[in-house]
């Protein structure tokens, strides 16, 4: 079983998130720094908007032919010791990961951030076969505690308040002492984030040298050199891959791009894109295992790589959303995402990004509500590094919806019958005339109607307007141009 | 032919919420327009651009609507609209509808290239700098929407001519370019979430002090109206243009003719 699905659930799960006072006071960040941030090191980076154009343009020119940077990236790892496992679906890739982990016996692993991992529901299914996974990175090792899935991309626990942490520390570190304090427990938590990063830290250190493997994502996948790339900021991932004995990069097709060139030029974008930091603060290259001049690595190395129905998206209205690297850009900027949160949208990928690629992974019945729960605002599309054109694609999903009849009865009539109209312009007037007669009597006393029949979405939380005048303008501008004459 | 006299024969895409529910920013725009040399025209047989179509998936519908608007307005030598939202579905949008039908795709583009938005026609096309308009003392502060600013690039465009009426004074909100939770279809289908989200965008507009907000789309305008006076806001809510025009006078959107009861 891959992740939980919920999306089938998005309007009760957001009524729950506008409920949710913890996550409301999480969210601020969503509209404060995460936003302002990437604004501030965008403009500092004169040649940014042309690194973007680059950006899009490397992605592009792999996704024609991704095949060929494929096999060669697999050439390059095989030639410096490593393995390739080609896994067509997330069973597949479980399974490969399973076999892989059961052939070291590993009891224990440690996790760097993978979000194809959460993919796959890797987690719940080596526990179920009695493997032991530990999230080192912060924020998944948060969530992990709290047996939540994440809510942002890049901040898997985005959604949790500093106090809600403080509090999940001290029920599951009940044995923690204070650092240089031995035999003092920690008691009550501070909420400051550094001491919590600490804690987190000691608590962590020790599994690093406990795990007999260590599962990692990969960012990217170099093809010339066969080397994986992960990008982080707190340097879990290096101790992850670089002390057990055998690492699994956990990955998927449209990572791959053909050189380190290409590699600078994203990751210039990257991370400017991502948390406004001009670079993340370790970027990692896994070059294969461990060779005997080594003092230390892994001595197995082993890539799995997944497809999922990527390579379906290819030449359809889909494959630019191919060229994602999950930068978070787009939700750290949506205005419904950051109403919410990350969960409401049922599944791995949140915000836009989801909004457009989950129905392909989950079926568009399931995530019918994704593409539709959105302004068209336009903003994702404006700050996403790779220039995904994200409201095209969820309009292309409606229209899906629309012609497999998907869409629920009564509002599928509704436009039709609205189109209808418009396509008779004397019917439309008519109908114009009618409903705007009546709404200006209703509304006339004070100028707006506190509550509207079959509208109750628009008037449960706002007032409705009512027309400045009895008649159209259509009608109003007749008769003074009759009077003119 | 229309350029004899050199007057730019425009026509008005009047859109649908200004029809019903705001007329005189229809007035507005015509009085700005021919303030500016242009003669006005009003094609009768206009309805709207199939933006609730287009959004809602409904692409034959959308498709078929769009060339009723082509027909009706391709022989102007401008068309013009009070709205972001419409120019931009008419200039961004119409073009792309019509991949497998090259003639039809040759007049949308014909079209497109001939479709402004209001305030973006008087400055960037007829290079106006000011209006004619007599004086108003009042705190404003603007909202930007989405497609206007997106698909159009409306954005200096008000601001200079707001600039030009005296006594006027433009206070910004921390966020002008967030999005109010319109959003078409969205503000009735996910209602919960667009009241959040206007939430945010009245505490904003209450913030700079303004007593008057003013957009160019009445879509948001409508939303950020009923939200104000739902939580009792004395901020007052226009389309720019009327205040460009200096057409005050009817009550501001969502206020009555007998006056605010508090
Ligand atoms: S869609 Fe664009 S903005 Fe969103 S995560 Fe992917 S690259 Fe970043």
Known sequence: ?485 | MSQIDSKPRVALFVTCLVDLFRPSVGFAAIKLMEDAGCVVEVPEAQVCCGQPAYNSGDRNDTAAIAKQVIEVFEDYDYVVAPSGSCGGMIKDHYPALFAAEPDWQRRAEDLSGRMHELTSFLVDVLKIQSVQTAPQDVKITYHDSCSGLRELGVKAQPRALLESVQGLELVEMQTPETCCGFGGTFCVKYGEISTDIVSRKTADINATGADLLLAGDMGCLLNMAGKLKREGSPVQVRHVAEVLAGMTDLPAIGESSLGESK
């Not at chain 1, 969960?343 to 990928?349: F, M, Q, R």
Request: hydrophobic share 35%; glycine share 8%.
């Open chain 1, 1 to 485: 079983m891959s992740m939980q699905i919920t999306a089938q659930n998005f309007e009760a799960n957001a009524a729950k998130a506008l409920k949710d006072p913890n996550l409301r006071k999480a969210m601020q960040i969503i509209g404060g720094p995460m936003a302002s941030r990437r604004v501030e090191t965008a403009r500092e980076l004169p040649e940014f908007e042309a690194l973007r154009d680059e950006g899009v343009k490397i992605k592009n020119h792999v996704l024609k032919h991704i095949d060929l940077y494929l096999e060669k990236f697999e050439q390059q790892l095989t030639a410096r010791g490593g393995k390739l496992h080609w896994c067509r679906t997330p069973r597949e890739a479980r399974e490969t990961i399973l076999a892989l982990c059961r052939s070291r016996n590993a009891k224990l692993v440690t996790k760097g951030k993978s979000m194809v991992t959460e993919e796959i529901g890797l987690n719940a299914f080596l526990e179920e076969h009695g493997i032991t996974p530990v999230e080192t990175d912060l924020g998944e090792y948060i969530i992990q505690l709290a047996h939540e899935p994440p809510s942002h991309i890049i901040g898997p626990a985005l959604h949790k308040t500093r106090e809600q942490v403080a509090e999940l520390f001290e029920d599951h570190h009940p044995d923690y002492e204070l650092p240089n304090m031995p035999g003092v427990k920690a008691g009550p938590r501070s909420t400051e984030p550094q001491v919590l990063v600490t804690e987190a830290r000691q608590v962590l250190r020790d599994r690093y040298f406990q795990a007999d493997v260590g599962i990692t994502g990969a960012n990217f996948l170099i093809a010339e050199t066969g080397a994986t790339v992960i990008v982080t900021n707190e340097g879990n991932g290096d101790l992850t891959q670089s002390l057990p004995k055998m690492h699994i990069a956990v990955s998927s097709i449209e990572k791959v791009i053909p050189n380190l060139e290409d590699l600078s030029t994203i990751l210039r974008i990257l991370a400017r894109s991502a948390t406004g930091q001009e670079m993340s603060c370790y970027t990692t290259l896994s070059c294969g295992p461990k060779r005997p001049e080594d003092k230390d690595g892994p001595e197995e190395f082993h890539v799995v790589l997944l497809d999922n129905g990527r390579s379906e998206m290819l030449g359809t209205a889909l494959e630019p959303l191919l060229r994602c690297i999950r930068c978070g850009a787009c939700m750290n900027n949506c205005p419904v995402y950051h109403s919410v949160g990350g969960h409401a949208y049922g599944w791995v990928y949140p915000g836009p990004i989801g909004a457009a690629l989950d129905p392909h992974m989950i079926g568009l019945e399931t995530a019918r509500h994704l593409p539709n729960a959105s302004t068209f605002c336009g903003k994702c599309e404006e700050v996403c590094p790779m220039r995904i054109p994200l409201p095209d694609v969820m309009r292309w999903w409606r229209e899906q919806a629309h012609e497999k009849q998907i869409t629920p009865p009564l509002q599928r009539w509704g436009i039709e019958a609205w189109a209808f109209a418009a396509k008779h312009p004397w019917l439309y007037r008519l109908g114009a005339g009618i409903a705007i007669g009546l709404l200006n009597m209703l509304g006339k006393d004070k100028g707006r109607l506190a509550s509207l029949p079959l509208a109750g979405g628009w008037t449960d939380g706002r007032d409705f307007p009512a027309p400045q005048s009895a008649s159209t303008f259509m009608s109003q501008y007749k008769s003074k141009q009759g009077a003119a004459r």
